[in-house]
């Protein structure tokens, strides 16, 4: 027994309206429609990742200011520095709609680099007083801080390869056109090295050469520059 020719037509007509929603779907995907949202929201959940660690590094400074002071307590100037760029750097947040703007961009890595570059003066002042190299609880902030900076490396970085592959996808066909029509999508700020903020800034203790080597041999601590000045 043969299908009715209206059962048939049924058949046709429906395997052709599955065949129209496939290719639909097709289509919609590489215009853009799913791609695009996909690779932003991965670029966001990689700056949550950022967020996180430079997070972790701004509570770590208070504690480590607070325990340096017992032992280097003369350095005022580079522990308010210290201080003063951890309260900048946390006073500066970046919303996930402001990863597009450049200025807003940079502003948040500036206040954090010249975190970085408290920080390696504070590593500068610790060099200098073998008393607080031994202080356990300051060994522990120290390789805290250590271990967190290495995340934000990672952190950083796998944010830079999420930005980029966002980035490429909203400017390549046929993606672009559901990137510039749909989403009105624009491209993501990476983070930029910072030759600076690599290198920790040597501190002028304010002593001549000879002064300074009687010092590494005597048991008091090195003077500071406030002492030297004097």
Same mark, same amino acid.
């Given at each position: 027994m043969t299908a009715s020719p209206v059962r048939h037509f049924g058949l046709v007509r429906r395997f052709g309206q599955i065949a129209f929603a496939a290719a639909a779907a097709v289509s919609l995907t590489?215009?853009?429609?799913?791609?695009?949202?996909?690779?932003?929201?991965?670029?966001?959940a990689k700056w949550a990742d950022v967020e996180s660690a430079y997070q972790r590094?701004?509570?770590?400074?208070?504690?480590?200011?607070?325990?340096a002071k017992a032992a280097a307590a003369s350095e005022t100037q580079i522990l308010t520095n210290v201080t003063n760029a951890r309260a900048a750097a946390?006073?500066?947040?970046?919303?996930? $709609?402001?990863?597009?703007?450049?200025?807003? *961009?940079?502003?948040?890595? =500036? /206040?954090?680099?010249?975190?970085?570059q408290a920080l390696g003066q504070l590593r500068t002042v610790v060099e200098n007083y073998p008393q607080l190299q031994s202080q356990a609880r300051f060994a522990d902030l120290m390789v805290q801080l250590e271990?967190?900076?290495?995340r934000i490396?990672?952190?950083?970085?796998?944010?830079?390869?999420?930005?980029? $592959?966002?980035?490429?996808?909203?400017r390549? *066909?046929?993606?672009?056109? =559901? /990137?510039?029509?749909?989403?009105?999508?624009?491209?993501?700020?990476?983070f930029k090295a910072d030759p600076a903020a690599a290198t920790a800034p040597k501190v002028n203790f304010g002593a001549a050469p000879a002064a300074a080597?009687?010092?590494?041999?005597?048991?008091?601590?090195?003077a500071s520059p406030a002492a030297a000045a004097n």
């Open positions: 590489a215009c853009g429609i799913n791609s695009v949202p996909t690779a932003e929201e991965n670029a966001k590094r701004a509570d770590l400074v208070p504690n480590l200011v607070e325990t946390t006073s500066i947040n970046i919303r996930t $709609e402001d990863l597009s703007d450049p200025a807003a *961009f940079e502003k948040f890595q =500036g /206040a954090q680099n010249q975190l970085t271990g967190t900076e290495n490396n990672v952190a950083r970085t796998r944010y830079n390869e999420a930005v980029q $592959e966002y980035n490429t996808t909203i390549t *066909f046929p993606d672009a056109i =559901g /990137a510039k029509l749909i989403h009105g999508a624009k491209p993501m700020i990476p080597a009687a010092n590494d041999n005597a048991a008091a601590a090195p």
